[in-house]
């Protein structure tokens, strides 16, 4: 989650707690905590679904390198070699296993080694006759696939911590946006008593960090502006 959008949030909750526990019966005061809590619950599914395609992303990448780098290091080397062997008597196969660039993208890789499982199909008793080994083909197609299912789940995995990301902000402004309309309540409510007022002013606060973090905003997301306490009222009827 983006810090600016976990500040938000964190704001709105400390809102809530505090609404909770001052609540009031004013049904406009009503109406907008009851809207913040709609939203707060909304971001908890949204937060959750970001954490979930995030971990998943993460855990699917992981496992493809690994299927990669088992593909590469050991089953195309041992095809390379054995076809190798096999152009010697049949110059017809020279060339159609070429070893793929191991610095090539995923894309390109993985096309390479299906080209190479396709044109050892048809010649796979000749292949074994000279070593291949009793179900390497099989093996090899599997950990293919398992290559591909790994970069549908990444992609799927960023599909739903980008898409949850995006709503996250959208969620967190609307926060904001409410808390203020609690702000604007809560001054009248409490502006004779400075104990609660200055409560729901620290409760309120977007906490905004100096320094390097906050030189430029983060991309995608407008800054915020805090919620300032207005100055005390004059009674200009006493002076």
């Not at 296993?97 to 499982?117: C, E, G, Q, S, V």
């Not at 799927?156 to 604007?184: F, M, N, P, T, Y």
């Not at 729901?200 to 407008?222: L, M």
Request: hydrophobic residues 45%.
């Amino acid at each position: 989650m983006q810090a600016i959008i976990r500040r938000k949030l964190s704001m709105a909750v400390r809102a809530m707690d505090f609404a909770q526990a001052h609540p009031s019966t004013d049904a406009s005061y009503v109406a907008v905590v009851t809207r913040l809590k709609e939203r707060l619950d909304r971001a908890d599914v949204l937060a959750i679904q970001e954490h979930d395609g995030t971990e998943g992303e993460r855990a699917a990448h992981a496992q493809r390198d690994e299927l990669r780098r088992s593909i590469q290091q050991e089953q195309l080397k041992h095809l390379a070699r054995v076809a190798e062997m096999a152009a010697k008597e049949h110059p017809e196969l020279a060339g159609m296993f070429r070893y793929p660039d191991p610095n090539a993208p995923h894309r390109t890789f993985i096309t390479a080694a299906k080209a190479m499982l396709a044109a050892a199909e048809p010649n796979k008793e000749l292949f074994l006759s000279l070593g291949l080994g009793a179900g390497f083909l099989e093996q090899m197609t599997q950990a293919v696939t398992q290559f591909d299912q790994c970069t549908e789940t990444a992609h799927s995995g960023q599909r739903g911590h980008v898409g949850a990301r995006a709503d996250l902000a959208v969620v967190a402004d609307e926060c904001v946006k409410l808390a203020r309309l609690l702000d604007g309540l809560n001054r009248i409510r409490f502006r004779n008593d400075p104990e609660l007022l200055a409560a729901w002013e620290s409760a309120s606060a977007v906490v905004q960090f100096r320094g390097k973090t906050d030189a430029a905003p983060e991309a995608g997301v407008t800054p915020i502006t805090p919620i300032v306490p207005a100055a005390p009222a004059t009674n200009t009827a006493a002076a």
